[in-house]
Nanobody, 122 residues
Framework: QVQLVESGGGLVQAGGSLRLSCAASGRTRYVMGWFRQAPGKEREFVAA????????YYTDSVKGRFTISRDNAKKTVNLQMNSLKPEDTAVYYC?????????????????WGQGTQVTVSS
């Protein structure tokens, strides 16, 4: 099994940057994804990376601003967030799945971290 712990959230002004990290224990040969959930809204796919080959996937609203990557040696997956906007404000969750056919559906992911808050002020 996999345990996931997110870190790096915080408060930042619009246009600023944050870097989120997800530390994984156990097996790491999974698809790793980032999701976010704002108050009163459904959980939303943000980005994902295939651990085996590093292929990446992004939701349209973050393309060109966010970068997902994985570090095999450190067993972490990172999300570099630049040019942040107030609409990026949410709790961000790291997730892992062993049988992912796509990348955008939360029901395909088996393991979830506790979440980390990202707040972007205008």
């Amino acid at each position: 099994q996999v345990q996931l712990v997110e870190s790096g959230g915080g408060l930042v002004q619009a246009g600023g940057s944050l870097r989120l990290s997800c530390a994984a224990s156990g097996r790491t040969r999974y698809v790793m994804g980032w999701f976010r959930q704002a108050p009163g809204k459904e959980r939303e796919f943000v980005a994902a990376v295939r651990w085996s080959d590093g292929s990446t996937y992004y939701t349209d609203s973050v393309k060109g601003r966010f970068t997902i990557s994985r570090d095999n040696a450190k067993k972490t997956v990172n999300l570099q967030m630049n040019s942040l906007k107030p609409e990026d404000t949410a709790v961000y969750y790291c997730a892992a799945g062993s049988n992912i056919n796509g990348y955008r559906d939360e029901y395909e992911y088996e393991y979830w971290g506790q979440g980390t808050q990202v707040t972007v002020s205008s």
